[in-house]
């Protein structure tokens, strides 16, 4: 279970609302439904913070 | 094959068209080169055919006609010289024959190239003296004789046959060698326009190959973008592969598209979760 990419989901939601997780799948190519299967590797995990500091530079 | 592909792939669209036009340029540098260097070869084969074997025999063709002069001088000696005028006049004009033959002669056989024909002219030129000497001693029985034409002629009749047939042969050998170096020059030409044409042909059938390669690629990739795109613009992104990767424009238009087809995905997540909560 991919815990971490999960959470970035959830605060994307919690900060940003539906367009936040919309953009954030965008971003990193990587829906939550998919997030959820997917490995809390080092790559990913970056990926995932680069698109939320990108979300944070949006809004 | 799947590594020059993909290697294909890193490169700019921009870039292959520019490579492929660079290369259409740069083959057309060298079919001009190619060209150029092929009319010099012509040019350099026919001044050379111009410079001896074509100035031999038209050496030999004024000599040839000379010598007709000069026997044609003779004969107006003995027929018409019976004024003491005439004689000098006539007797003056085959002089200056026999001496222009004499040169003539003499400077073909310093400058003629060909072995057998040099032979041929060294042999004509001691007939040429041995004819002169008779034609000599018969202008001097002429002269003794108060124009007795029948005494000077019974000392030189037919001794003009050899010299007259050792330089028919001299002008049939110098033109032999001039139709032979012509038809060497000929197929020279044909062989250099058939290798010319050759590689004309195998540099624009390459170039033909890659631009065929580059476009068919740049063609399947964009339909495959568009069948994409037509899938998304309906949002539909069940089981969509978006397999369209590479460096270039369309593989960074297919890594948009990833992105969008994530979006879709997530609303419709979200879509369903909300469904489900009403």
Known sequence: ????????????????????RM????????????????????????LFQQAMHQLKQAA | ??????????????????????????????LGVTLLAQMRLVSNGYDALLASPVRDIDAARVVQVNFKKEVQEWKDTLLRGHKPADLAKYGKQFREQEAAVRAGAVALSRTVEDQEAHKLLVQFIAADDVMSAKYKRAYDVYVAGNADFKAADALVRGQDRAPTDLFDKVVQRLEARVKSTVAAQQLSVRRNQSLALGISAGLLSLLGLLGFLTVRSIVRRLAALRNVSRRLANADVEGLSIDISGKDEIGEFGESMKGVRAAIEELLHVAQALSRAA
């Open chain 1, 1 to 20: 279970m991919a815990a971490k990419l999960t959470e970035f989901y959830a605060q994307a939601s919690s900060q940003y609302g539906v367009m936040g």
């Open chain 1, 23 to 46: 953009k954030l799948a965008m971003l990193t190519k990587i829906p939550s439904e998919k997030a959820g299967n997917e490995p809390d590797s080092p790559d990913n995990i970056k």
């Open chain 2, 1 to 30: 094959m799947a590594g020059n592909i993909t290697e294909s792939r890193k490169m700019k669209i921009t870039t292959k068209l520019g490579l492929l036009f660079a290369g259409m340029i740069i083959v057309f540098i060298l």
